[in-house]
C-alpha cells in the first residue's frame, strides 16, 4: 500500500485481498488474490469508506463517507456511492464550498464558540 502527502481518513477499511476465494479453498488452497492500493496526494476519504483490492486513487480527491472504492479514480474530483463514481469535478466543488465557508479554522477556542453561539 502507498500513500501520498496531505491524506486525510477516519476508519476507512483498505481491502487488499480477495476473500472471495474461499468458495474455491478446497479445491485450491493455496490460491490468494492479494493487491496494492496506492492513493495520490491531498485526499479526503470520508468517514467508513471501503477500498478495495488494486485501487488507484488519484491526486486531488475527496471520496465521500460510507463509499465503496472499487475502481480506480481520476485525480481533480469527488467521488461518492456504492460503488463510488464521480459526482462532480474539483472546481465545481470549490465553487460549491467556497458560498457556504466561514473563516474560523484560526480562531481560538472561545471565538470559534462565541462565533457559532451567534452564527448558527
Do not use: Q
Amino acid at each position: 500500500m502507498s500513500i501520498g502527502d496531505h491524506v486525510s481518513a477516519t476508519r476507512v477499511h483498505f481491502e487488499t485481498h480477495d476473500g472471495g476465494l474461499w468458495v474455491f479453498r478446497e479445491k485450491y488452497p493455496t490460491w490468494d488474490i492479494i493487491a496494492k492500493i496506492k492513493i495520490g496526494n491531498n485526499v479526503y476519504i470520508g468517514h467508513n469508506v471501503t477500498i478495495l483490492p488494486g485501487v488507484t486513487i488519484g491526486d486531488n480527491i475527496v471520496i465521500g463517507a460510507c463509499s465503496v472504492v472499487s475502481k480506480d479514480l481520476d485525480s481533480n474530483a469527488v467521488y461518492a456511492g456504492i460503488p463510488a463514481r464521480k459526482l462532480r469535478n474539483l472546481d465545481s466543488y470549490f465553487e460549491k464550498c467556497k458560498s457556504k465557508a466561514i473563516e474560523t479554522k484560526f480562531l481560538t477556542k472561545e471565538e470559534k464558540e462565541f462565533f457559532l453561539r451567534d452564527n448558527l
